[in-house]
């Protein structure tokens, strides 16, 4: 049951950014960053972890979830750096998901050759 849950959470928000894209002028570029805010925002409130529990990775790998890891990695940096734990936080808590998409890039970018759209 736990993957149907992980499922229909992340199929609703994969959805909502497919509309998003399809049915606004907004650029995709735009939609990555409302999703990462919204998950901030979300985790700031109090909405976002209930729908961490309720779907696990259905909720913490779309780009909502980045947005929730870096609120959770600065709540927890204020609590024991204090104010330079704004600053520090977010990084500390999401070194392991932006390093893994750098190398990911550079690998793909020299296994594929890039060019533009036709």
């Known amino acids: 049951m736990d993957y149907v ?7 609703i928000l994969c959805l909502i950014g497919q509309l998003l894209i399809d049915k606004t002028k907004l650029t995709p570029a735009r939609i990555l960053v409302s999703y990462v805010v919204c998950g901030v925002f979300l985790t700031a409130i109090g909405i976002y972890e209930p ?3 309720f779907a696990g990775a259905g909720a913490t790998v779309p780009l909502t979830g980045f947005g929730y890891c870096l ?6 940096a204020v609590e024991t750096d204090g104010v330079l734990g704004v600053f520090t936080g977010g990084l500390k808590s ?16 020299l296994i594929f050759k890039a060019r533009d759209k036709a």
């Open 71 to 76: 609120a959770n990695g600065v709540k927890k």
């Open 94 to 109: 999401t070194a392991g998901g932006i390093t893994a998409a750098i190398i990911s890039g550079l690998l793909v970018s």
């Open 5 to 11: 849950k992980a499922f229909i959470v992340g199929g």
């Open 51 to 53: 729908l961490v529990e």
